[in-house]
């Protein structure tokens, strides 16, 4: 097999909507084009510093009288998912951050716009589904997190003049009833002739 440069993939949100949160147990889709269902909601833009994976293992080494190496037992395993959520004015993104419970959102009407009352007790959102889709050129990829929960641990919030108020998010990815953490799907976009 030759390389080829169409193999070198960037990470670009697909336009229109890139990171979805639904309720857990919502239908999962099963492919990188599979119409997401009316579960899923759009969390608005993120920020430019995109989407981050990292997986982290930690092992037990077992050695033999003598002092070799005999055996490695994995101890832990932690899949997380960061990103920082920008559109402030998004019930939604409220929803996600503080949790369904803790946020109302009222209506826009001919006196007032949209409102978002929080009442934040501390309590850590619900586990969710998410789906994460990124597009370059003709290139789609997919990312869905099954059981997922929102466990930031170090929020900091900077209200000023030169940046937009903005929400980090670390998810911490379980494993479904399948044993997965995620599933990924994409398509390179070449066709055949």
Sequence with gaps: MTTTSRNVVAGRPKPNGA????PLATALPTSES????A????????HEDGLERSISKAYETIRAWGGDEVKRSRTELTVELTFTLIEAANGEVAKT?????????????????????VAYQGEDP???VWVFDLKDGNHVRRIVAPVAQVVTEDFTQTFSDSDVIAYPVTLSLRADEAGNYFYEYSDDGVTTA
């Design 19 to 22: 990171i979805f949160r639904a």
């Design 39 to 46: 579960g899923f909601i759009s969390q608005g833009y993120a």
């Design 126 to 128: 619900d586990d969710s």
């Design 34 to 37: 599979t119409a997401l269902g």
């Design 97 to 117: 951050i503080w949790g369904e419970d803790a946020v109302t959102v009222t209506p826009a009407t001919s006196s007032a716009g949209t409102k978002i009352a």
